[in-house]
Every structure is written in structure tokens, then in C-alpha cells.
């Protein structure tokens, strides 16, 4: 899914005030990737190339020297990881700061979102990493009636959580 739909549906499924946070955390699975893979390019002095079609894209990842970029996706898009991650920091503010966290749950919400919205071919989310190799051929989210519906979707609960559930 795209940066925007993860950063919407963060701020409008978790409970509490919009945050810089939320967008942050719902973003994280994606940004650390893509970050890092920009700045080896850019350390490299190169220019990530410009694709004209997802198959150009997934191919140049799987070239021998960019498929390190597939490996860490495999492990930002892990369930596992994530919640071995946050256990300990929720388990830390509500017990000690009696604050429920619940801009972390961000970042497992991207996971989710993304399992059904990639398929086999673009970036698959092998969310039980390192465990099982299991992955969801689902519907790629840049299929224009996915794109379309998911973002219909978001004004929907938007329009729910502002003038509905008004929290
Ligand atoms: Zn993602």
C-alpha cells in the first residue's frame, strides 16, 4: 500500500489524537526499507533508476546486488519481529506510565494492510518471517479498482470517526 493510505489509516483505526507518531510508526515497515536502499544507492553514487513498469522495478530488486533490499523488506514486514519489538515498550508504558502506547500499533497495522494488498510478484509480505516463508498472493494495491476502493474506504472511516464515533 501506498505511504499516504498507511499514514490515513493509522491516523484514522488507532485510538487517541492524530500524531506525528502514528504516521511514524505506520510508515516504518516501508521507510526503513526504502530509506536505507536510497542512501546505499546514494553512498554507492548512484541514482535509484527510474521504472517504467512494476516488472522493471521488481527486476532491478532482484539483481544479485539488490536483493538485500527484498531480504530487510522480508524483516520489516515480519509479524514476529514487530511484536517482539513492541511487546516490552507497550508492556513499559502501561505498566509503568499508565499510558496505553497505542501509536505502536502502527506498525503491525502496515503489516496487515499490506498482507492482502501485494501479491507473489511485488514485494510479498512473508509477515511470519523468519519462521514460515508463507505469503498471501493477494491484490496488488496499485490495481486502480483496489487503489480507488481502499482510498473510498478511508474517507468512509473518516467520515465515521469524525462524525460518528466523534473521539
Ligand atoms: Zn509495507
Redesign the pocket.
Known amino acids: ?1 501506498d505511504i499516504m493510505a ?1 499514514s490515513l489509516w493509522s491516523l484514522v483505526l488507532l485510538p487517541g489524537p492524530p500524531s506525528i507518531a502514528k504516521v511514524v510508526l505506520g510508515i516504518a ?2 521507510a526503513a526499507v526504502f530509506a536505507t536502499s536510497l542512501t546505499v544507492q546514494a553512498l554507492k553514487g548512484k541514482m535509484q533508476p527510474g521504472f517504467k513498469t512494476r516488472q522493471e522495478m521488481m527486476e532491478w530488486y532482484h539483481r544479485k546486488e539488490n536483493r538485500w533490499v527484498l531480504n530487510l523488506y522480508k524483516w520489516t ?1 515480519s509479524l514476529i519481529i514487530w511484536v517482539l519489538l513492541l511487546i516490552p515498550l507497550f508492556a513499559y508504558y502501561f505498566f509503568f506510565r499508565n499510558q496505553v502506547p497505542w501509536y505502536l500499533l502502527a506498525a503491525p497495522l ?2 496487515l494492510m ?1 498482507i492482502p494488498t501485494h501479491d507473489r510478484n511485488s ?1 510479498p ?1 512473508q509477515f511470519l518471517n523468519p519462521f514460515s516463508k508463507f505469503q498471501f498472493n493477494g491484490l496488488h494495491w496499485s490495481k486502480p479498482l483496489v487503489f480507488i476502493g481502499n482510498y473510498v474506504l478511508i474517507i468512509i472511516v473518516i467520515y465515521f470517526r469524525i462524525f460518528v464515533i466523534r473521539k
Open positions: 500500500m498507511h515497515p516501508d514486514h502496515h503489516i499490506d514485494f509480505v
